[in-house]
């Protein structure tokens, strides 16, 4: 590419310097300037072809800087946020309502007997089961700014900002009833004969001390009693 562009003024540069010598009185010669023409035309169509193969690398480039973006951000499995964009989401939600000192609402939800499902079906029937799971999740929310992410393994994350205690038992009761209408057969499951799911739901007003973890916590700590009480069921914590 330089050296194209090195070329190009040479031949202005020796454009130049033919104008002056005719201007001092040397003689005209059509061949030489239509060997000048010649030669920049060929330099800019060359010009031309490498800017157009630069353009497209450009293109294709960002195309896979977006591509590896949204690989850092989605689960690979479900095609809904992973725990690293959770985290980092959360922690700027935190931040942001907490100015305001409005509710945030969190629900971990698990898989209820989901290694049973792996042993009984086994794991390729159960990652079917996960992106199913993952794509009740999705279509049980409707506002802009909630959103579910993949926790780990069966465990689930929604998260509700702006949303008091009615609206985050709303959508836990809504998943529940999302999940049993799949009917996903799961003959192991002791609650039932399909797939069912256990949640915890937590809501408290947001402070800019609080972290990640302090939220999580408090939901992770009612999923754990709704395993306790039975299951296929939600438990809300203050």
């Known amino acids: 590419m330089e050296d194209l562009f090195a070329r190009e003024q040479q031949i202005l540069d020796d ?7 005719i201007r001092e009185g040397a003689e005209w010669s059509i061949d ?30 960002n195309a ?3 591509d590896l973006l949204e690989k850092v951000h989605y689960d690979a499995l479900t095609s809904i946020y992973n725990r690293r964009f959770m985290e980092e989401s959360l922690e700027r939600i935190i931040k942001t309502i907490s100015r305001s000192g409005s509710m945030l609402g969190i629900l971990m939800i698990d898989i209820d007997f989901f290694k049973r499902y792996n042993d009984t079906y086994g794991h390729s029937r159960g990652d079917e089961c996960l992106k199913e799971i ?16 993949r ?70 700590e009612a999923l754990y009693m709704s395993k306790q009480n039975g299951r296929n069921r939600y438990t809300f914590i203050n």
């Open 15 to 21: 454009g130049e310097r033919y104008l002056n010598e």
């Open 32 to 61: 030489e300037f239509e060997k000048l023409v010649n030669e920049y035309s060929r330099i800019l169509r060359q010009l031309r072809r490498v800017t157009k193969i630069t353009d497209r690398t450009t293109i294709e480039l």
């Open 64 to 66: 896979e800087k977006l």
């Open 134 to 149: 993952a794509a009740v999740l999705n279509d049980s929310i409707t506002r802009a700014g909630d959103f579910v992410a």
């Open 151 to 220: 926790y780990g393994g069966e465990e689930f994350i929604v998260i509700l900002p702006d949303t008091d205690k009615k609206g985050t038992c709303l959508i836990a009761n809504r998943i529940l009833e999302k999940v049993k209408a799949c009917n996903i057969p799961h003959e192991k499951n002791e609650v039932a004969r399909c797939v069912t799911v256990s949640i915890g739901a937590a809501v408290s007003s947001t402070r800019h001390t609080h972290t990640v973890q302090d939220y999580i916590k408090r939901a992770d």
